[in-house]
Nanobody, 125 residues
């Protein structure tokens, strides 16, 4: 497992942007697929976006497609989620998660063994 720390959350107005970062502590993310998930109050955790080790064919949930972009910098041991055109329904705690590429099968929470503590995103005027 790898230790993950998210940052970049905060309060933003509708239509605004935020960039979330997921950093690995004491290890590199180079061998891991990484995903972003979110959980709004009273709702189940849902997938947002996932990226493989080689960053080919990232997955995006329909609700964020065209507005969010996932990227990674293995040298910096970090994965990013750039969020544009934020909507109130994007309000949630955002978690990053990692799983060794060897075991990565799908962008679903059950497929990831390492999780960060989460960063809160609030979209409100």
């Amino acid at each position: 497992q790898v230790q993950l720390v998210e940052s970049g959350g905060g309060l933003v107005q509708p239509g605004g942007s935020l960039r979330l970062s997921c950093a690995a502590s004491g290890s590199t993310l180079g061998d891991y697929a990484v995903g972003w998930f979110r959980q709004a109050p009273g709702k189940e955790r849902e997938r947002v976006s996932c990226i493989s080790r080689r960053a080919d064919g990232p997955y995006y949930a329909d609700s964020v497609k065209g507005r969010f972009t996932i990227s990674r910098n293995n040298a910096e041991k970090a994965v990013y989620l750039q969020m544009y055109s934020l909507k109130p329904e994007d309000t949630a705690v955002y978690y990053c998660a990692a799983e060794l590429e060897t075991f990565y099968r799908a962008c679903v929470p059950e497929n990831f063994g390492s999780w960060g503590q989460g960063t809160r995103v609030t979209v409100s005027s």
